[in-house]
């Protein structure tokens, strides 16, 4: 193992010295997070310093400089081995220091609760703390959106490696990334961490063990490395006098060519998708980097593929839903790609975002819900499925089920997990929700509605039986 993490290091330098990023201050930190985390260990076994590591390697592998990599080495020593920010600041720079204060959570134990806040309950104090340091690290992410960056890395790895847990918590994880992590991603354009993170979600919800779809797509993609290098090279021979200087090719992954297979075929049922139907739509996404002058090099490209490269055929023209444009192509082996024509600079920008500040431009406070999709299926205890709009609360979801359910919530459980969640809670695609009443000695639900609660529901029915029950007490009055 150790052998592994001393190799992963040797990886993390020479990407860096390959990148021309000095490496200084990441050798540094990363002699001190491995002494920090030394005698730690993950759920998994390993040494805990594997994940800092990773997630460094992640950073550097997209280019971020020496203060971001070293931000990424660091990012739990303030909250698992007890070093200050100060301290980070001192040893290292101001730089690192903020940025491993924006990713570090708030502790429970230590959480002060928040008497003027509406959206804090004291029998929900861990609620309200992974609230309040998601809230944090978007306002330190107002001041410097490279914060957000760490925090992707971090989920990313943690998504991948989550499996040695139980179902539920994977669950509850898939939600919290999906309500305040992809979200967040979207806004900033970062394309690369938004795909890799949905995907981790997506592979969790689906169950990568149960479902044909992953067996199949790992088989074609292991099998089809050969081809994909001889087109590769096909492409840099024929294409060596134009414009195009560097040609890069990536999977498109699971949760997409799954999304392509279900727009060609509604009835697609992921359990049972045949190998034959990965092949129809696009695997790969291939990426030419040019110089100069996109549109001449485009014109360029599409003279070469039309006289040098006569057995990769153009089959279609597409916008994808980021707004840039792709050409799909097709091999002689019967491979589709999406093939994009892009300077490095607006290569790098699709893969970790704008990062430019327009981050404000899109997010007020702590509303990060405004991009979910407009509806989304929650599912009832029973397996029912309630199509709810998109910034439901549980509370929503008590009243969708019936008014006195509604009136008589005490709290939630999600995803069959044990946390007993609040009301303001936020309701994910595809969360199973058990609603739990106050009841009398006889088992009767009670009314214990507070007027809080029109705060925390966003549906039309539940704010009307809400103002309908008070409006009565007004009247007395």
């Known amino acids: 193992m150790f052998d592994a993490i001393e190799s992963q290091y040797k990886h993390l330098l020479l990407t860096l010295k390959n990148n021309k990023i000095n490496t200084k201050i990441v050798e540094k ?100 703390a992974e609230e309040q340091t998601f809230n944090k690290l978007i306002q330190f992410g107002k001041k410097n959106q490279l914060a957000f960056c760490i925090k992707f890395a971090d989920r990313l790895h943690n998504l991948r490696t989550i499996g040695i847990f139980d179902r539920s918590k994977q669950l ?14 979207k806004i900033l354009k970062a394309e690369y961490f938004y795909q890799q993170i949905s ?20 088989e074609y993609h292991n099998s089809n490395q050969k081809n994909i290098e001889n087109i590769i090279n096909v492409f840099r021979s024929a294409l060596a006098t134009t414009g195009v200087y560097d040609i890069r090719c990536e999977d498109i992954l699971q949760n997409q060519v799954y999304s392509d297979i279900t727009t060609i075929s509604k009835n697609a049922d992921i359990k049972h998708i045949s190998q034959g139907t990965i092949l129809k739509v696009s695997n790969y996404n291939i990426y030419l980097i040019c110089r100069g002058d996109v549109k001449s090099t485009v014109n360029d490209v599409v003279k070469n ?36 024509i892009m300077t490095l600079s607006e290569y790098v920008t699709k893969m970790i975002g704008t990062l430019d500040g327009q981050f404000n431009t899109f997010i007020a406070e702590e509303d990060t819900h405004n991009i979910q999709t407009e509806y989304i299926k929650v599912i009832t205890r029973s397996g029912e499925i309630k199509h709810m709009p998109k910034d439901s609360t549980v509370l929503d979801f008590a009243f969708k089920i019936h008014k006195d359910i509604g009136f008589g919530f005490k709290y939630a459980l999600i995803n069959n997990g044990k946390t007993k969640f609040p009301p303001h809670t936020k309701l994910t695609d595809g969360d199973q929700v058990t609603i739990f009443n106050e009841r009398d000695d006889e088992g009767n ?25 008070f409006e009565k007490f007004v009247k007395k009055n």
Not at 445 to 457: D, Q, R
Request: aromatic letters at 12%; a negative charge.
């Open 445 to 469: 639900i009670l009314n214990i509605a507070e007027l809080k609660w029109l705060a925390y529901v966003n549906t039309d029915f539940a704010k009307k039986s809400l103002i309908k029950h």
């Open 305 to 340: 593929m039309q006289h040098k490269i006569t057995k990769i055929k153009i089959i279609d023209a597409k916008i994808d839903v980021a707004g840039e444009p792709y050409f799909v192509i097709m091999d002689y082996y019967r491979n589709k790609y999406r093939l994009y």
């Open 199 to 218: 995907n981790e979600c997506f592979k969790i919800i689906y169950n990568i063990n149960d479902c044909a779809l992953f067996k199949h797509y790992d």
């Open 29 to 128: 930190a990363f002699v001190c997070a491995n002494l920090l985390h030394s005698g730690q260990v993950r759920k998994s076994g390993e040494p805990y310093i594997k994940h800092p590591l990773e997630v460094a390697i992640i950073l550097a592998d997209l280019g971020f400089d020496e203060d971001v990599v070293s931000a990424g080495l660091l990012h739990d020593v303030v909250e698992d081995c007890g070093m200050t920010v100060e301290q980070i600041a001192k040893d290292f720079n101001l730089r690192t220091a903020e940025l491993v204060d924006a990713v570090s959570a708030i502790e429970t134990e230590n959480y002060e609760f928040n008497n003027d806040s509406i959206f804090e309950d004291e029998n929900f104090i861990k609620m309200s």
């Open 172 to 185: 509850n994880k898939v939600r919290e990334t999906e309500q305040w992590i992809l979200p967040i991603a």
